[in-house]
């Protein structure tokens, strides 16, 4: 069935950028998400990727989707403390918008 | 324009006991989706309403139901309830074909 997957854990300096990466299974996928999710709280919308797209940049936020090895990633530039989180890697069900795989997620730890 | 609104935020029940959560979309979206979200699963697709009907439902036996009232708003129940179901419940809103899909904060569910 379908599947998503990423690192658990990544810690980076303050100021660094910061890469997160993801790969999924389902090349029949309409679109790709990250969701960021602080303590106690819902999931936050970061962006998502339509799967014909390559690359979308969105201010410090940038995805690339290389569809061929299913491999998603989330660069953030210049990363900041607030940007402490839960980042979640999810990929739509085809013929389904509401229906979303989710990775396991990556704790990024911003260190000052 | 208000977010995905959740209620109740929190709740505790014993097992056995059923439970009702409730989920108003953004102003103007028709989908409405629900994810249970545990420390040892991560997120799963409970169910996906769209105009009243449900579209798509996970892998959930048949305590968790759901609906969509004509004004979109939805509801989830859980019958019977299990130590197991303590959880996040999530409810994600989405307008039709954007790929946008956006979440509430929750409703955190502990069974005693």
């Known amino acids: 069935g379908e599947d998503v997957e990423q690192s658990l854990f990544l810690s980076v300096r303050e100021g660094d950028s910061s890469v997160i990466n993801c790969t999924y299974t389902?090349?029949?996928?309409?679109?790709l998400y990250w969701y960021k999710q602080e303590p106690g709280a819902g999931l936050q919308l970061l962006t998502y990727i339509f799967s014909n797209m390559d690359m979308k940049q969105d201010q410090r936020l940038t995805v690339l989707l290389n569809k061929k090895d299913k491999h998603l990633s989330l660069r953030i530039a210049d990363t900041q403390t607030g940007d402490s989180a839960i980042y979640f890697c999810?990929?739509?069900?085809?013929?389904?918008?509401?229906?979303?795989?989710f990775g396991k997620g990556t704790k990024l730890s911003v260190k000052p | 324009k208000a977010g995905v609104t959740q209620t109740p935020r929190y709740l505790i029940k014993t097992r056995g006991q059923q439970v009702t959560l409730s989920c108003s979309p953004i102003?103007?979206?028709?989908?409405v989706s629900w994810y249970q979200q545990t420390p040892g699963q991560g997120l799963q697709f409970l169910f996906e309403?769209?105009?009243?009907?449900?579209?798509n439902k996970g892998n959930f036996p048949g305590r968790f139901s759901g609906r969509q009232f004509s004004n979109s708003r939805s509801e989830m129940n859980v019958s019977t309830l299990e130590l197991g179901d303590s959880a996040l419940y999530l409810c994600?809103?989405?307008?039709?074909?954007?790929?946008?899909?956006?979440f509430g904060e929750g409703s955190r569910l502990t069974v005693l």
């Open positions: 994600a809103s989405s307008p039709q074909n954007t790929g946008e899909l956006f």
């Open positions: 309403y769209f105009s009243e009907t449900q579209r």
């Open positions: 999810a990929e739509s069900i085809a013929g389904s918008q509401g229906n979303l795989i």
């Open positions: 389902d090349s029949s996928s309409t679109y």
């Open positions: 102003s103007g979206h028709r989908s």
